[in-house]
């Protein structure tokens, strides 16, 4: 079955770095959509980066130039390499996985997604 476990969540300065990693397993990267969301309490699920084997990568206004998804699928992993973090940064970060397919505009909605992880917090303070 498809699962997707996040880790590299923590707790860091204003202007810092963090590097999440996601493990994927039960299907094939070249056939899935992947991505990375966040949602702070009491906010919309935000969708921040996006990546798909053969196609450029789609990343949030909010994060473009700060974060870099990359994808190995020899391991099967998914990363997040976020730099100059800031204190709206905070929030739980969540990897996804699509088998749905969709148009390339929605790449960023949560609702494309059919498979998440179970999310790990990342703290940053000021």
């Known amino acids: 079955r498809v699962q997707l476990v996040e880790s590299g969540g923590g707790s860091v300065q204003a202007g810092g770095s963090l590097r999440l990693s996601c493990v994927a397993s039960?299907?094939?990267?070249?056939?899935?959509?992947m991505g990375w969301f966040r949602q702070a309490p009491g906010k919309e699920r935000e969708g921040i980066a996006a990546i798909n084997i053969g196609r450029p990568t789609r990343y949030a206004d909010s994060v473009r130039g700060r974060f870099t998804i990359s994808q190995d699928s020899a391991k099967n992993t998914l990363d997040l390499q976020m730099n100059s973090l800031k204190t709206e940064d905070t929030a739980v970060y969540y990897c996804?996985?699509?088998?749905?397919?969709?148009?390339?505009?929605?790449?960023?909605?949560?609702?494309?997604?059919?498979?998440w992880g179970q999310g790990v917090q990342v703290t940053v303070s000021s």
């Open positions: 996804a996985a699509s088998s749905l397919g969709g148009a390339v505009s929605a790449i960023l909605r949560a609702h494309t997604y059919n498979y």
């Open positions: 039960g299907f094939t990267f070249s056939t899935y959509c």
